[in-house]
């Protein structure tokens, strides 16, 4: 049988077992997403660990999900629940900079009881432990800077998630641009020249928020829904997106564009025009050492994510000579991004505060 007490993983183990780590914690709609990440910046989860939110219920019933979640990502990744020494927590908004939900309630917090909710603070409270907290866009721009950057304080990014809305984030010397009042790297309502996108004459691009051709109402599903879809299917009779609900077709797009569908592609190309403006707005506001893309829509096969990349480049503004090879990435881990991105904040203040 050999020395097995002598082996390697015999005698790390119990170091293994007291490690101290942060853990990151991302709220959506209807899951709560972990990871877990020790001080050299491990992440000890491999792929979703998730567990149901009950969001609908109310803060009562939600925070008691995230611990009881919690406490099974910790025995997944053998820690002990006390060895968690911050928490790093991310939802969407609308919510303050420090986590008060907005008093006009949002889609994901709908009963009476969130309005106006410090759910960093109630969280806090409920695990006995620090909390940070991001919104879901600046904790996935987060994560995708971390990848690119590290810990190094010295790069800026811009990142823009694109799903049912536009959300992302902006990162400077390592961190989030939150704002006065929580709305610091609101990418998706910026508006837009998009008059200038080639082959939209008299499109309307219409947004939630109120305005007209702001980012989102160009660059997300919502926007395929409501104007791509409406404004290219006449030009195509007889498509068979034409034939059911803009809601279900909506959905289909992506992978029909991915098929190499005529229509389709026609709305991804639009998409990556507008971003492709937006980016060189972000060029000429920060200089910034990267652009990410994220989000829904480019979770496909490298070759279309490829293809949607160089049209954003057909459709920035010329640009200087020094500035023509600032990168554009894909988001690495789409899915789990916002739970990385909230367990690195949470890493920043497990080390400022000494316990890590
Ligand atoms: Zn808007």
């Known amino acids: 049988m050999g020395n097995w007490w002598l082996s390697p993983f015999c005698r790390i183990f119990p170091e293994v077992k007291n490690v101290k780590v942060v853990a990151g914690v991302d709220l959506g709609g209807n899951a709560v997403n972990y990871t877990l990440v020790n001080a050299n910046e491990r992440f000890l989860i491999e792929g979703l660990c998730e567990h149901p939110a009950r969001s609908k219920e109310g803060p009562g019933i939600c925070l008691q999900q995230i611990e009881d979640g919690l406490k099974i990502a910790a025995e997944k990744a053998e820690v002990a629940l006390e060895d968690i020494v911050v928490v790093g927590l991310d939802t969407p908004g609308p919510a303050s900079s420090t986590g008060v939900l907005s008093a006009k309630g949002s889609t994901n917090f709908v009963h009476k009881d969130w309005a106006g909710f410090d759910i960093r603070d109630g969280l806090a409270k409920k695990l006995g432990k620090p909390v940070t907290y991001l919104n879901d866009g600046n904790a996935g721009a987060l994560w995708g800077h971390f990848v690119l950057f590290g810990s190094s304080r010295k790069e800026t990014s811009v990142s823009a998630v694109i799903g049912t809305g536009l959300g992302g984030g902006v990162i400077i010397g390592g961190n989030d641009v939150k704002g006065r009042k929580g709305f610091g790297g609101e990418l998706g309502h910026v508006l837009l020249p998009y008059q200038s ?74 998409q990556a025009h507008g971003l492709g403006l937006f980016f060189d707005e972000m060029i000429n506001t920060f200089d910034p050492d990267a652009l990410i893309v994220g989000g829904g829509a480019i979770e496909t096969g490298l070759e279309f994510q490829q293809w949607f990349i160089s049209e954003i480049r057909k459709g920035m503004p010329k640009q200087r000579e020094e500035q023509v090879d600032i990168p554009i990435h894909i988001m690495p881990n789409g899915d789990t991004a916002g739970a990385r991105g909230a367990a690195v904040e949470a890493l920043k203040l497990a080390r400022e505060g000494g316990l890590l």
Request: proline share 5%.
């Open 197 to 270: 996108i080639v082959g939209t004459e008299g499109m309307a691009p219409h947004c939630n928020c109120g305005r007209t051709g702001d980012l989102e109402s160009v660059c997300s599903l919502t926007a395929i829904e409501n104007t791509l879809l409406p404004y290219f299917l006449p030009k195509f009779p007889g498509h068979e997106l034409g034939k059911m609900d803009l809601h279900k077709a909506a959905k289909l797009v992506r992978g029909m564009a991915e098929k190499g569908d005529a229509l389709s592609r026609e709305v991804f190309r639009v």
